[in-house]
Every structure is written in structure tokens, then in C-alpha cells.
């Protein structure tokens, strides 16, 4: 009898749709059973100089859910973003469907809540969400039964979702050569991100994962799909056993001199709303520059 809430026996079809803009990988999964599909780490295009938001990378995703013919259940935010804005109310809209994200949100709400000198009308329970995922919840792709993992460490309202033979590790891993993702956004910590990357190397060895990240690192193409006992083995940070302590001073050694991401500002203040711009007294949609405070 296995640990885990779900049969990893199912293997959902899985599609990945690169945003080159931020280097986001968004992934439509298939139900094999069924029509019933979930969009994971959807991307809205921005201009940020310009002040543009645009919808390209989410009308692809839009079209294949449709031209396959396929039923939206979930959009799975696997954390709140801070490299790019989520597209999930814009596919909500289209095509129905929940859209979720870990229940610690409310502690990225309230930070950030603050950060951005938001009103009180701005939420800060996690009600812009259908659903607040915490550790071992399951839910339904079709005849598909997926679990979420609270795996904080990036920040601490990130889950991993498993979906049959699939894991969407969001930032926890990289690509066995890319690594980690930081630890250092408030309420990160280094120390967690081991923890939780420890309990995503224990899922089955033959587990696929997906990152929501690549960089290319050394000039190799893209790449998103690994599985559990290539990243035990050769991820760079944490494979081959290394140890926390090893861990926790080369991430924060590291992390003490990354620049922000380019897009943090309009990110924060867009995925904390479950995707939705900000508005101002006019109803207009706005976004805010706090000088000085992250
Ligand atoms: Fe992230």
C-alpha cells in the first residue's frame, strides 16, 4: 500500500507550452481516461515598460484545450509568482474550470498586503481563490485523483502537485544542471527548501517532473522534464546526497547576490489577486512602484 493519497499508475498526457519572455514553462495535463484537463502556471504576457498586458501565451494554451477538445477542471498555481503574471482568471473566463493555490497564500497576502499599502478591500484570506490547497489534499482531473505537497522553502506557499506518474514541482527543483530555485523572498528559507526538495527526491524514482523553470544553463537548449532519480543523482545542489548544512550556505551564499526579478513588482501585486490587476479609485486597471521596500 503506498503512502501517497493517489494510484501513480495513471499517466496523464502532458503538454508544455515555454514562455521565452521569463523562461516559464506552462503545462496542460490530460486526464487519460476522460477529456477533463488541468493548466498548471499559466503566463499573461507583459510589457512592464510599456505598461501592456497582453494575452499570446495564454490564447495558445486556450486553443489546444479547444482544439483538442478537452473540459478545463483546474488551473493549479503551483506558488505565487514573482517573474511573471499569472493567466488563470483571463483562461477562467474562456473556459470554466477552478483555479488553486497553497493555503499559506494568506501569508504572502498579508506581507505583500502591506508592501503595496493595499486598502482593506484588498482580501488577505485567499478568497480570490476557488480553492486553498494544504499538505495531502486531493482532487479530481476527470477519473484522475492528483494530491497536493506543501514544499515551502521558495516561498511559504509553495505545493508540488502530483498527478498519477506526473509531479509539477514549481520552484522547488531545477533541471538536474540548473539546481534550486532562491530562498531568500520573505518567508523563504533555505533550510525548508532541503526539506521539501527531500520529500520530492522520496517519491517514486521513475516519478516524471516537471519544472516551471529553465534556463539553458552552459548554452543547452531548454529542457523541463527529468524524473526523480536523475535529479538524486545529478542535481547539482542537492543530488548525490548532499547534506543540509552544505545546502543552507551555498543557497544563501548564493541568493545574497541575485538580482530581484525583473518583473517582481507587477507580478506580486497580480498573482496575489489569483491573477487579477489591481484597480484604481476609477475602477482602472494599476499598478503600483513601492519605492524602497523590497
Ligand atoms: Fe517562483
Not at 493595499?118 to 482531473?141: A, N, P
Not at 498527478?163 to 540548473?178: E, R, S
Not at 551564499?253 to 530581484?260: C, K, Q, S, Y
Amino acid at each position: 500500500m503506498s503512502q501517497y493519497p493517489i494510484s501513480m499508475e495513471v499517466t496523464p498526457e502532458v503538454t508544455a507550452f515555454f514562455d521565452p519572455a521569463t523562461n516559464t514553462i506552462s503545462y496542460v495535463v490530460k486526464d487519460p481516461a476522460s477529456k477533463a484537463c488541468a493548466v498548471v502556471d499559466s503566463v499573461m504576457d507583459i510589457d512592464y515598460a510599456a505598461g501592456r498586458i497582453t494575452s499570446e501565451n495564454a490564447d495558445k494554451i486556450i486553443t489546444f484545450i479547444q482544439d483538442s477538445g478537452l473540459e478545463l477542471a483546474w488551473q493549479i498555481e503551483t506558488h505565487v509568482h514573482a517573474d511573471h503574471l499569472s493567466a488563470a482568471p483571463y483562461i477562467q473566463e474562456k473556459l470554466g474550470g477552478k483555479v488553486g493555490v497553497g493555503q499559506n497564500i494568506t501569508m504572502i497576502q498579508d506581507v505583500f498586503g502591506k508592501i503595496f499599502n493595499e486598502g482593506t478591500e484588498f482580501q488577505r484570506d485567499g478568497s480570490q481563490f476557488d480553492r486553498l490547497f494544504k499538505e495531502g489534499d486531493v482532487y479530481q482531473v476527470g477519473e484522475m485523483t492528483c494530491f497536493a505537497m506543501h514544499t515551502p522553502g521558495h516561498t511559504p506557499a509553495c505545493m508540488v502537485h502530483v498527478m498519477g506518474n506526473a509531479a509539477f514541482v514549481g520552484d522547488t527543483l531545477f533541471m538536474p544542471d540548473g539546481g534550486s530555485a532562491r530562498a531568500d523572498f520573505p518567508g523563504g528559507c533555505a533550510a525548508e527548501l532541503y526539506d521539501s526538495i527531500q520529500r520530492v527526491l522520496a517519491l517514486p524514482e521513475d516519478m516524471r517532473l516537471f519544472m516551471c523553470h529553465d534556463y539553458g544553463p552552459n548554452g543547452r537548449e531548454i529542457q523541463w522534464e527529468t524524473t526523480v532519480a536523475e535529479e538524486k543523482a545529478a542535481n547539482i545542489h542537492v543530488g548525490g546526497g548532499k547534506s543540509k548544512e552544505e545546502f543552507v550556505k551555498f543557497r544563501m551564499e548564493r541568493d545574497a547576490v541575485l538580482d530581484m526579478p525583473k518583473l517582481i513588482i507587477p507580478s506580486l501585486q497580480v498573482n496575489m489577486r489569483a491573477g487579477e490587476v489591481p484597480v484604481d479609485e476609477h475602477g482602472d486597471p494599476m499598478l503600483k512602484v513601492p519605492v524602497n521596500k523590497i
